[in-house]
């Protein structure tokens, strides 16, 4: 029977709560899974469900209704290839694909290509919001060509999340562009997590115990800075080990992973030639966490102050914050400016107003401050830097003075503070109508001859001085 109006492959985590997503918005869905017995549990384990369990791929195909729309929701990478390679024979001219999983941009550049010279359709897309967001509504960022994008739309649209009506996806562009921006969003995401482990840390070396600290954030996560990760750390603090009745992030060791969406950013802002110091400095903080060995060495033998920081509880709180949410704008500032770069590098026609808006709710970076992102370039298109829309260029007016405060505050304590301080370090450089670069550019001019311009003489004019020599 050839009557199902979605496919999905691939029922690990976020297959298995997709396909449960969609079926609940009214469509039949088949599915398929490398491993058989993946698809039978599943299938049986939701027997009021319209779902169609393929033990075969020729039998998955055969279940879905003309044009087919089939998801792929595997391992990023290889596994991507080798599902569509033995997907090309069975399917037909015009049937759609969907890569649904986190894909680097440039191998969806090269399956868009692959796919669209054999007549086959094909969508990139961003999912976010992992096992729940899947579930009960993710945030989706769809990239491919605009009328495969208008076919997959009733679904899309069904399935996302929704913020004042609105639902959390939106066409992004052609190619790459859906993959390219939720790595972005990945990238945003690092930033976000080490920001607010850094303000922990601080909060720690004031002594504040996981209780406070949970309402905290529980409070903050009314004001302002309500956003899902700042949520789930008060939830986290409040968590209780079983087996000890301990604060379980206590017990919990300070080694972070990665999977690689953060790296692969870095590079992307490198070779556009954006910088993301506080998404650097979050990925760059991952890597010396998993450095365990080797900073329990270093701490017997490398010197610095007592990590205590002697401060009212209240107004650190505030302070804390501040430093905080400005960090924050620095780090949604720099990766949107790279997603604006490479759009345009592209011609991508990114609306940045537009992701922004679909990030407001079912993904991992969900927050209130998007709405202000949102409207910033809804109102102005061709903003250039979010820092100088006029609501983020007024609470970094207000926030700078805590922000330094507790930056010194840290560093004086030797807190570690990597990304508050990149942060910081990107507004006070981009703020400054002088830098030392003269000196930098007369270094150059000495070893290399590359000459430099005069703060005297008109912008192009290039000069060039005989330096004396230097023997040795
Ligand atoms: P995984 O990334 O853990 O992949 C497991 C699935 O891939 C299983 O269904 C497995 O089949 C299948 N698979 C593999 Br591995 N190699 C295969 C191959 N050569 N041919 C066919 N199937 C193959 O699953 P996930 O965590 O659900 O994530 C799926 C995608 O979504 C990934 O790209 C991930 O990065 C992305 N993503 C994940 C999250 C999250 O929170 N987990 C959030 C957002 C995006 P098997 O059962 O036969 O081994």
């Known amino acids: 029977m050839s009557n199902s109006d979605f496919g999905l492959i691939g029922l690990a985590v976020m297959g298995q709560n997709l396909v449960l997503n969609v079926e609940s918005r009214g469509f039949q869905v088949s599915v398929f899974n490398r491993t058989t017995s993946v698809t039978e549990e599943f299938v049986a384990a939701h027997p009021d469900k319209k779902l169609v369990g393929a033990k075969t791929l020729e039998e998955f195909v055969q279940s879905l209704a003309s044009p087919r729309k089939v998801m792929i929701m595997v391992k990023a990478g290889g596994p991507v290839d080798a599902v569509i390679e033995s997907l090309i024979p069975l399917l037909d001219q015009g ?181 993301i110091s506080t998404i650097n400095a979050a990925v760059e903080a991952r890597i010396l966490s998993s450095m365990k060995d080797q900073r329990v060495a270093a701490s017997k033998v490398l010197e610095g102050p007592k990590p205590e920081i002697d401060a009212k509880k209240k107004k650190l709180v505030k302070k804390v914050h501040d430093a905080l949410f400005a960090s924050k704008i620095i780090s949604y500032a720099q990766g949107l400016d790279l997603i604006a770069t490479m759009g345009k590098e592209k011609g991508w026609g990114l609306d940045l107003g537009k992701i922004a808006a679909i990030w407001r709710g079912g993904c991992i970076i969900r927050a209130r401050f998007l709405n202000h992102i949102t409207e910033a370039y809804r109102s102005n298109p061709e903003l250039g830097n979010l820092m100088l829309a006029p609501y983020f260029t007024d609470l970094l007016n207000d926030f700078q003075e805590n922000w330094r405060e507790v930056i010194s505050m840290a560093t004086l304590a030797g807190i570690p503070v990597p990304a508050f301080s990149a942060s910081l370090g990107y507004y006070d450089s981009y703020r400054s109508a002088v830098l030392p670069a003269n000196l930098l550019q007369a270094q150059r001019d000495f070893f290399g001859a590359h000459t430099y311009e005069r703060v005297d003489k008109p912008r192009g004019e290039m000069f060039h001085t005989d330096w004396p020599e230097v023997i040795g």
Not at 150 to 166: H, L, N, Q, T, Y
Not at 215 to 232: A, C, H, K, P, R
Not at 246 to 267: F, H, R, S
Request: some cysteine.
């Open 95 to 275: 049937d759609i694909i969907i890569d649904g999983g986190n894909s680097l941009y440039t191998d969806t550049e090269r399956r868009d290509k692959w796919l669209g010279d054999l007549g086959f359709r094909f969508i990139g897309a961003g999912v976010s919001g992992g096992e729940e967001g899947a579930r009960k509504g993710p945030s989706i960022m769809p990239g491919g060509p605009a009328s495969t994008w208008d076919v997959m739309r009733p679904i899309f649209e069904s399935i996302a999340a929704k913020v004042d009506g609105e639902p959390c996806v939106t066409h992004i562009g052609p190619g790459g562009a859906g993959h390219y921006v939720k790595m972005i969003h990945n990238g945003i995401e690092y930033g976000d997590m080490q920001l607010i482990c850094e303000a922990y840390n601080i909060f720690k070396a004031a002594g504040f115990e996981p209780k406070e600290l949970a309402e905290v954030f529980t409070d903050w996560n009314e004001g302002d800075l309500e956003s899902y990760l700042i949520q789930i750390t008060s939830k986290i603090f409040a968590q209780k080990d079983p087996a000890t009745g301990k604060p379980l992030v206590d017990l919990i060791l300070d080694t972070a992973g990665q999977k690689g969406t953060g790296k692969w950013t870095i590079m992307n802002a490198v070779e556009n030639t954006v910088v």
